[in-house]
C-alpha cells in the first residue's frame, strides 16, 4: 500500500495548523494595537487619519516580528528530533516550497512596513499638521490645498531619506574597492550582484542599527521599569480617600473666603490689602482643590459609563494579582538579562569569525536558561509560539514603556512626553515609526543573543551515525547517544543535508557578513542595552514611591487646558488673531468657564 500521499497530507496539515496560529495572533494583535491607540492617545484631539494610521502599522509591526515563531516552527516540523532525520514527506521540493512561502511573506511585511514609514506615516503627519482651525472656519482651507501640501513634505522627506541611503550605500562600499578608479561599471555590478541582495541587506541592516539605538535607550529602561511600575502600581492613597480629603480642604479654603468677605462687608475703604493677597491665594487654590476634585471622581467611575466603572472596581479587584504579576515580571527580566549577557560574553570570547562576521556563534558553549526553554517548549507547539509571543509582547510593551518614561527626545531636548490618555497625534506617529525600528531590533536581540539556538534550527536536530546506503539518510533509533542537535558551526555533510536554518536567521547572518561594521556596532550596542537596564533597574528599586499632589494637579490643569484650546493648531489660530486683531466668534458669546469662590467689584460672595 502506498503511503505516500497519507504522509504528504500530514505535512499538509502540520504546516497549515502552524499557518492558522500564526493568523489567529494577528488577529489579537489588532486588538493589542487597537487597545494600544485609543489607551494612550489625547481624547481632545483626535485624529481619524491619524488613528487609522498609527492601528494599522502597529498591527504590522507586531505582524512581522511575530512571523519569527512561525519561521522556527515550520523548519522544525520538516525534521524528527526524536531520530535526527528529516520526515518523509520533507523533500527537498517541499522544503523550498516552505521557504519560498516564509521569504514572500517576510519580503511582502517588510515592504509594507517601509512604505508605512516612509510614506504613509509622514504624510499623515503632515496632513495632521496642516490643519488649521482659523483657516477652516474662514472657509479658507480646502481639502485639495492641505492634501497637496502634505504630499509635497512628504515626498521632499522620500527625497532626503533616498540621498542618505545612496550616501551610505556606495561611499562605503566605494572605498573598498581596489582599484585606482571608479566607473559607471562599478556601480552596475554593486546593484546587480546577487540580485541585489547586497542593497537589500545594507537597507535592512541599516534600519536594523538604527532601531538598536533606539533599542539599548528606551527597551533597555523600560525593560527594568515596567515590572517594577507593576509592584508599586498600587496608590499611596485611595481615590475615595482623596476625594473626601480634598472635599474637606475644599469646605475649610471656603469656609475662610466666607470669613475674609463678612469681615470686610461693611467697609466703606473696600478690602485691606493683606486679605485681598489672602483672597487671591484662597481663590488659587480653590480652583486647584476643584480640579483634583474632578479627577479624584473620575478615578472613581462617576460620571462614566457602565463598563468604565465595571473596569475601575475590576483594577482595585485585581490589584493584588498586579502585584505578584510585576514580581514574576521582574523574575523574567533578571533572567532575560542573565541570559543575553551569557551569550554577549561567549560570542565575545568564541566567536569563529569575531568582528569580521558580526560575532557568529559556532554553538553554545555555556548554559543559557532562556534558549533551553525554548528549546524543549518547542517539541510541543504552540507552548513555544505562546512562549514567544509573551516575550515579544513583553520587550514591546517595555518599549512602550521606555519611551513613555524617557520622552520623545533630540539629543537631551524633550520634543514629545507620552501619557496615558495625554500623547498628542504627532507623539504618537513619531513613536510608532520608533516602535516599527526597535522591532527590527528586537528581532535581532532574540534571534542573536535571548534564543540563538532555537531561533536558527528550532528543534532540528541530525544523526552522526552510518547510513545503510548512500542514498538513505542514517538512523538512531536505537542509537540516541549519537543525536546532536544543529549548530551553525557543523561541517558534517549529513548536518547539512538535514538542518534547514531559519528564513530570519539566514537574513541577519546575511547582512553582518556584507556590511561587518553593522555586526559589529549591534553586537557591542547589546552591552550598553545591559548596562542600561542594570542602571535603571537598580534606581528604581532604591527610589521610593511618593504621592505626588502637585502631579496631579498639574495633569488636572492639563485636562482643562486641552479642553478650552483642544489642539496645538488652535494657539496657531490665537496667534492669527493677535496679527489680525479680531477675535473669533464663540457660541454662547463669552469664553469665561466657570466661576470659583467670589466675584464682583468688592469682593462679595458668590453662591456655593
Not at 502540520?14 to 491607540?37: D, G
Not at 581596489?178 to 571608479?182: F, K, Q, T
Given at each position: 500500500m502506498d503511503t505516500t500521499p497519507m504522509v504528504a497530507r500530514a505535512g499538509?496539515?502540520?504546516?497549515?495548523?502552524?499557518?492558522?496560529?500564526?493568523?489567529?495572533?494577528?488577529?489579537?494583535?489588532?486588538?493589542?494595537?487597537?487597545?494600544?491607540?485609543?489607551?494612550?492617545?489625547?481624547?481632545?484631539?483626535?485624529?481619524?487619519?491619524?488613528?487609522t494610521v498609527a492601528i494599522v502599522s502597529l498591527t504590522s509591526l507586531l505582524a512581522t516580528v511575530f512571523l519569527l515563531p512561525v519561521d522556527i516552527a515550520l523548519v522544525s516540523s520538516t525534521a524528527s528530533a526524536s531520530r535526527g532525520t528529516k520526515k518523509d514527506w520533507a523533500t527537498p521540493e517541499r522544503i523550498d516550497g516552505i521557504l519560498t512561502t516564509l521569504k514572500i511573506v517576510y519580503y511582502s511585511l517588510y515592504s509594507f512596513d517601509a512604505l508605512l514609514c516612509l510614506v504613509v506615516i509622514p504624510f499623515a503627519y503632515f496632513w495632521y499638521e496642516e490643519h488649521d482651525e482659523v483657516l477652516e472656519e474662514e472657509g479658507r482651507e480646502s481639502w485639495s490645498t492641505r492634501f497637496a501640501q502634505a504630499l509635497k513634505y512628504t515626498i521632499a522627506f522620500i527625497f532626503l531619506v533616498i540621498i542618505l541611503f545612496l550616501v551610505g550605500f556606495f561611499v562605503p562600499a566605494a572605498a573598498q574597492d581596489?582599484?585606482?578608479?571608479?566607473d559607471l561599471d562599478y556601480f552596475r555590478r554593486l546593484l546587480t550582484n546577487n540580485k541585489g541582495e547586497k542593497a537589500l541587506s545594507f537597507g535592512l541592516g541599516l534600519?536594523?542599527?538604527?532601531?538598536?539605538?533606539?533599542?539599548v535607550l528606551y527597551t533597555g529602561a523600560g525593560l527594568a521599569l515596567l515590572p517594577?511600575?507593576?509592584?508599586?502600581?498600587?496608590?499611596?492613597?485611595?481615590?475615595?480617600q482623596l476625594s473626601a480629603t480634598t472635599a474637606s480642604e475644599l469646605e475649610h479654603n471656603r469656609e475662610l473666603q466666607r470669613q475674609i468677605e463678612m469681615r470686610n462687608a461693611g467697609r466703606i475703604e473696600g478690602m485691606s490689602q493683606k486679605d485681598r493677597r489672602e483672597?487671591?491665594?484662597?481663590?488659587?487654590?480653590?480652583?486647584?482643590?476643584?480640579?483634583?476634585?474632578?479627577?479624584?471622581?473620575?478615578?472613581?467611575?462617576?460620571g462614566q459609563s457602565t463598563i468604565i466603572r465595571i473596569w475601575t472596581k475590576t483594577q482595585a479587584v485585581f490589584r493584588p494579582l498586579k502585584l505578584v504579576g510585576g514580581i514574576l515580571l521582574l523574575f523574567l527580566s533578571v533572567i532575560l538579562w542573565i541570559s543575553m549577557l551569557i551569550t554577549a560574553i561567549d560570542k565575545a570570547a568564541n566567536s569563529v569569525c569575531k568582528s569580521h562576521c558580526g560575532y557568529i556563534l559556532g554553538h553554545i558553549n555555556v548554559f543559557q536558561p532562556v534558549n533551553w526553554v525554548f528549546v524543549k517548549a518547542a517539541k510541543a507547539f504552540p507552548v513555544d509560539y505562546i512562549l514567544m509571543a509573551f516575550l515579544i509582547l513583553f520587550l514591546f510593551s517595555s518599549s512602550i514603556t521606555g519611551i513613555a518614561a524617557v520622552g520623545i527626545r533630540f539629543l537631551w531636548v524633550r520634543i514629545f512626553q507620552l501619557k496615558k490618555g495625554r500623547t498628542a497625534p504627532q507623539a504618537l506617529l513619531i513613536a510608532t515609526v520608533m516602535q516599527a525600528l526597535i522591532i527590527l531590533a528586537i528581532n535581532y536581540a532574540v534571534v542573536n543573543l535571548l534564543a540563538p539556538q532555537y531561533a536558527m534550527y528550532g528543534t532540528q536536530t541530525f544523526c552522526q551515525g552510518f547510513a545503510r546506503f548512500p542514498s538513505a539518510q542514517p538512523d538512531c533509533t536505537n542509537h540516541r547517544d549519537m543525536i546532536r542537535p544543529c549548530s551553525e558551526s557543523l561541517t558534517d555533510?549529513?548536518?547539512?543535508?538535514?538542518?534547514?536554518?531559519?528564513?530570519?536567521?539566514?537574513?541577519?547572518?546575511?547582512?553582518?557578513?556584507?556590511w561587518p561594521v553593522f555586526g559589529a556596532i549591534d553586537f557591542w550596542a547589546q552591552f550598553a542595552f545591559l548596562t542600561v537596564f542594570l542602571l535603571v533597574f537598580i534606581t528604581s528599586l532604591v527610589r521610593t514611591p511618593r504621592l505626588n499632589l502637585g502631579e496631579i494637579d498639574e495633569e488636572a490643569q492639563?485636562?482643562?487646558?486641552?479642553?478650552?484650546?483642544?489642539?496645538t493648531s488652535r494657539r496657531f489660530g490665537a496667534t492669527w488673531q493677535d496679527i489680525t486683531g479680531r477675535a473669533r466668534r464663540t457660541v454662547g458669546g463669552s469664553s469665561g468657564g466657570q466661576g470659583y469662590g467670589t466675584s464682583g467689584?468688592?469682593?462679595?460672595?458668590?453662591s456655593h
Open positions: 499538509l496539515l502540520q504546516t497549515s495548523l502552524i499557518w492558522v496560529a500564526y493568523a489567529v495572533a494577528v488577529a489579537l494583535v489588532f486588538f493589542v494595537a487597537v487597545i494600544t491607540i485609543f489607551t494612550w492617545q489625547t481624547p481632545y484631539d483626535r485624529s481619524k487619519l491619524v488613528t581596489h582599484g585606482r578608479h571608479l534600519l536594523v542599527t538604527l532601531g538598536t539605538l533606539l533599542y517594577v511600575s507593576f509592584i508599586k502600581s498600587a496608590p499611596s492613597i485611595s481615590a475615595p483672597l487671591d491665594l484662597l481663590l488659587r487654590e480653590e480652583r486647584t482643590l476643584v480640579r483634583r476634585q474632578r479627577l479624584a471622581a473620575e478615578a472613581r467611575g462617576e555533510p549529513l548536518a547539512k543535508d538535514v538542518c534547514t536554518p531559519t528564513v530570519m536567521s539566514t537574513f541577519l547572518n546575511r547582512i553582518v557578513l556584507n492639563a485636562d482643562e487646558e486641552e479642553g478650552l484650546l483642544a489642539s467689584t468688592n469682593g462679595t460672595a458668590s
